[in-house]
């Protein structure tokens, strides 16, 4: 059973920058894709990026590309997404998540951080 914590959310001005970090226990992202999802107030939780189970591989939410960067650090067993150009409109909780390769739904997920950009 993988465990995943969440860290690195906070309030920044629109235009600024924050990194999150996703911590796994029990498991290594090596071993799993891995992904970012987030969810805004009123909203359903959307896709924001994957990245695969070698690292070489990223996918992106067209609201994000160019903007966000999804990477990991297998030595220290750490998901990271990069956010930069941060708009008023990416104010959400953002999840980590990792999956079994064979699986297409995801089957761990964190408990979540807070992002919120001010205008």
């Known amino acids: 059973q993988v465990q995943l914590v969440e860290s690195g959310g906070g309030l920044v001005q629109a235009g600024g920058s924050l990194t999150l970090s996703c911590a796994a226990s029990?498991?290594?992202?090596?071993?799993?894709?891995s992904g970012w999802f987030r969810q805004a107030p009123g909203k359903e939780r959307e896709f924001v990026a994957a990245?695969?189970?070698?690292?070489?591989?990223?996918y992106y939410a067209d609201s994000v590309k160019g903007r966000f960067t999804v990477s990991k650090d297998n030595a220290k067993n750490t998901l990271f997404l990069q956010m930069n150009s941060l708009k008023p409109e990416d104010t959400a909780v953002y999840y980590c998540?990792?999956?079994?390769?064979?699986?297409?739904?995801?089957?761990?997920w964190g408990q979540g951080t807070q992002v919120t950009v001010s205008s």
């Open positions: 990245i695969g189970w070698s690292g070489t591989t990223t």
């Open positions: 029990g498991g290594t992202f090596n071993s799993y894709h």
């Open positions: 998540a990792a999956r079994y390769l064979f699986r297409d739904e995801y089957d761990f």
